[in-house]
């Protein structure tokens, strides 16, 4: 028996996880160094803004590929949530009603698609492939293609305040969203069986695992941080849109990746896609202070996702 | 058949010699200096715990990895095997354990894969069914060359790997495991190959767990331990309980290790049970013996545990669960029972092999190491360091994964899960497949500790000599009827092989 030395916990996780800690900060030096207005209180609260959504976004999508799945539509749902909530606050629904009916709805379509994967047998990419597209449509047909704006100032005003007058609001919903998902995935049964599932669906069934349970349970979560993240993104434009947050899916997934989730399952962290969404953020800010052509910022993203993703495999298969 | 004796293994009709081959991973010595010969046309079999290198042997010759030191002679000449081109260029070829073909293909579009016919750069479909179905039948496997690969069952699968490998100018042949998913039928079929690929000249390598097999088919013997020759015989001059001696270092009486237990109450009664590929099935479960169930593949014993397990669930009939009659719809209410099913395919079914064997022992029983919403970091450590103790399963420690585990530490993780769980009834499927010896042994020793703590254990086997050794009671199933039923060791395997055949 030699089975008594025991390393840390997640000996994968951490060191993968401080590489990406050390890429932002590598990013903020070279940028602070490059430009003369990244290091400013105002950029970097905008940076944090900015990099938010998506890390939200990102983080409900991870639940979902852990099971080795995949959320689509979470782009569209923040869309198609900003039309909810528009309208809704326009028919004079006071705040907090209006923001528990938009998660309401959120729930609702998490819940439709595990049913289409549990009962119907469809392939994730399919169910949410197909609420993407119906989703803008529903919300275009909704408003016959207007816009609504949004004449709640309470509502509009959130996304411009912050917290002790530091930390954006829209930065401190991460943190709120992230302390729950790190007890979730790492410390609780339900966050122990999306790894399973996603490992090896038949094994975790055999082992009195409900998978019909776990799948709503990924689906919902990732379709309600859309929705949260939908909020979110209506208050801080003040009109309600159902093109809105378009390609959000590919940006969420990009960040997941870079975070380290592997896309056939059962390896994924909370801190990963944060991470990810902010490094995509970085870049992106950084090329547009630098007045990089926004072709390129494209460009320089997709690049970025290989040398990542790569160099993880490389770590993996050293072991 | 051209078979010499010793004297002149170093003659003109050896076709490949190993000279002081080496090999080194990070952290083990898996080969150590091995010298060997192999006379052209002869069957040698290689026998050996897991472990023991045969499996560093095979990736070696078939250039899946590189030699760290000695050298690979082929005809007399040095061969550097260093890619798998390489090897198939010389006309090596293996059979692996795990089938490794295209599921989604046909048969035919297997057995011509990376070699198709073509004219015009168009593929010729109709050629290719027509010789890979007279491939087939020329080798008498009964398969059809135009089905899906996917439709077939595993043994099958297994064939049409064989029949790819000996069809493409093979002249040296690796078998490993051949037999572990292969019916009576099949095996016999694939026996027949064998012989016959020898008789045309083609050397083979045959490498199994089934001494019976091994003097069934072999010339010759090598046994491996530790990554050492142990030593190289005429097969019939050897027996078995020598083989076993060398390859572990133990006697056999201590393998079929069964302890006298006293037997307990009633657990588990079927009275009439019917379902899915079985029917009328009435037998009692005490606590504290082995059930032993033994039939064909297909003759409704693992359909009949299927349903007890809640998989399939009985369509008719009555379970009764400590005399009282139950419902068993699904798998957790067998679960809630205490009933457990530790399945034939670890892979598949058994284990997320990806994850951690920690995580893999705990994951029937998270729901029970929570404090409030939260899981009990120390408790799961405790839980998983005991069975890994408990069980002596060979890990480096919790954290690594399931799948970096040989076959028999794999299945048991799978009794760990279960023990941790509390169950009362397991049922064992095929639980020795392709697991040596030691292995084995150490498995059944593990049943007996399962009884002594007054659980029942029902054991499904294709494997005579396994259940016929170990069952208190042994119920023979032919066409989806329990047709016999016998004490311990009260019938000769001959009756028992009889009542299984004939129904």
């Known amino acids: ?319 | 058949m051209a078979l010499a004796g010793h004297s002149d293994a170093g003659g003109p009709s050896v076709l490949l010699e190993l000279r002081g081959l080496d090999k080194r991973y990070p952290g083990t010595h898996a080969l150590k200096s091995v010298d060997l010969a192999f006379i052209e046309g002869e069957v040698h079999a290689i026998v050996g715990e897991n472990g023991a290198g045969k499996s560093t042997l095979i990736k070696l010759l078939t250039g899946a990895v590189r030699r760290s030191g000695g050298a690979i002679v082929w005809r007399g000449a040095e061969a550097a095997i260093e890619t798998p081109q390489d090897a198939i260029e010389l006309g090596i070829n293996a059979v692996h354990q795990e089938v490794v073909l295209c599921r989604h293909l046909t048969v035919a579009a297997n057995l011509f894969l990376g070699d198709e016919r073509e004219r015009a750069g168009l593929l010729r479909h109709s050629q290719m069914t027509a010789e890979a179905q007279h491939i087939l039948d020329d080798m008498g496997f009964a398969i059809r060359a135009d089905a899906l690969l996917s439709s077939l069952t595993i043994g099958q699968q297994q064939l049409v790997a064989t029949a790819r490998a000996a069809q493409r100018g093979t002249r040296f042949l690796i078998f490993d495991e051949p037999t572990a998913y292969l019916t009576r039928q099949e095996a016999a079929a694939l026996f027949t190959l064998i012989r016959r690929l020898s008789a045309d000249g083609v050397t083979i390598i045959y490498i199994s767990h089934r001494l019976e097999e091994v003097f069934d088919l072999s010339d010759r013997v090598s046994i491996l331990r530790d990554g050492q020759l142990v030593l190289t015989a005429v097969t019939a001059e050897t027996d078995e309980a020598s083989l076993i001696r060398g390859m572990i270092n133990r006697s056999i009486d201590q393998v079929f290790h069964k302890e006298q237990m006293v037997r307990g109450a009633v657990m588990l009664e079927t009275r009439k049970l019917c379902g899915r590929g079985f029917s009328d099935v009435s037998m009692a479960v005490h606590a504290g013996e082995i059930i032993g169930l033994y039939g064909l593949i297909g003759a409704g014993r693992s359909e009949f545990a299927s349903a007890l397990f809640g998989r399939d669930p009985a369509t008719s009939g009555e379970i009764l669960w400590d005399n009282s009659p139950v419902r068993i719809r699904r798998e957790r209410d067998a679960l809630r029972l205490g009933i457990a099913l530790a399945p034939e395919s670890r892979r598949d079914q058994g284990l997320a092999l990806s994850l951690p064997v920690g995580f893999n022992i705990n994951l029937p029983i998270f729901h029970r190491l929570t404090r409030g919403p939260l899981l009990d970091g120390r408790r799961e450590t405790t839980c998983a360091e005991r069975q890994i103790a408990d069980l002596s399963i060979k890990a480096p420690s919790r954290h690594v994964a399931a799948a970096s585990l040989s076959g028999g530490n794999q299945q048991k993780i799978v009794i760990g899960k279960w023990l941790n769980h509390g169950a009362r009834l397991f049922i064992f499927d095929e639980p020795t497949v392709g697991v040596d010896v030691a292995t084995k042994a150490e498995i059944y020793r593990l049943m007996g500790k399962l009884l002594r703590e007054g659980t029942a254990i029902i054991l499904i086997s294709s494997y005579l000599p396994e259940v016929y050794e170990l069952a208190d009671t042994l119920h023979v199933f032919a066409r989806g009827r329990l047709v016999a039923s016998h004490a311990h060791k009260a019938a000769s395997h001959e009756t028992i092989l009889a009542q299984a055949i004939g129904g």
């Open chain 1, 1 to 319: 028996m030699s089975a008594s030395q025991t390393p840390p916990r997640k000996r994968f996780a951490v060191p993968f996880g401080l590489t990406l800690v050390l890429l932002l900060a590598l990013l903020w030096v070279l940028l602070s160094f490059a430009t003369h207005n990244f290091m400013t209180e105002r950029n970097i609260s905008n940076l944090a803004r900015q990099g938010s959504m998506i890390a939200i976004l990102a983080l409900g999508e991870t639940f979902v590929i852990i099971t080795a799945g995949i959320d689509l539509s979470v782009g569209a749902i923040a869309g198609f949530i900003t039309v909810v909530v528009a309208g809704l606050l326009t028919q004079g629904l006071p705040i907090w009603a209006s923001v528990l009916a938009s998660l309401g709805i959120g729930l609702g379509i998490g819940a439709f698609h595990a049913f289409g994967i549990v009962s119907m047998g469809l392939p994730p990419f399919i169910i949410t492939l197909a609420t993407l597209t119906s989703l803008r449509g529903i919300g275009l047909l909704l408003t016959n293609g207007a816009t609504i704006s949004i004449t709640n100032d309470a509502f509009t005003e959130f996304s411009l305040g912050d917290v002790f007058g530091v930390v954006p609001n829209l930065f401190a919903v991460v943190l709120a969203v992230a302390l729950p998902a790190w007890l979730f995935l790492g410390h609780t049964r339900w966050g122990r069986y999306l790894f399973a599932i996603g490992s090896n669906s038949e094994a975790a069934r055999l082992s009195g695992v409900s998978v019909v349970r776990t799948t709503y349970l990924a689906y919902i979560l990732s379709a309600m941080c859309a929705a949260l993240v939908g909020l979110l993104l209506a208050s801080r434009i003040g009109i309600g849109n159902a093109t809105q947050a378009e390609g959000w899916e590919l940006q969420a997934i990009a960040a997941a990746v870079i975070g380290g989730t592997s896309l056939f399952g059962a390896v994924g962290s909370w801190h990963g896609p944060l991470l990810g969404a902010f490094i995509l953020a970085t870049i992106n800010n950084g090329a547009n202070l630098m007045n990089v052509n926004s072709f390129w910022q494209r460009i320089i993203t997709g690049g970025l996702i290989i040398v990542i993703v790569y160099s993880d495999q490389l770590r993996r298969r050293k072991r």
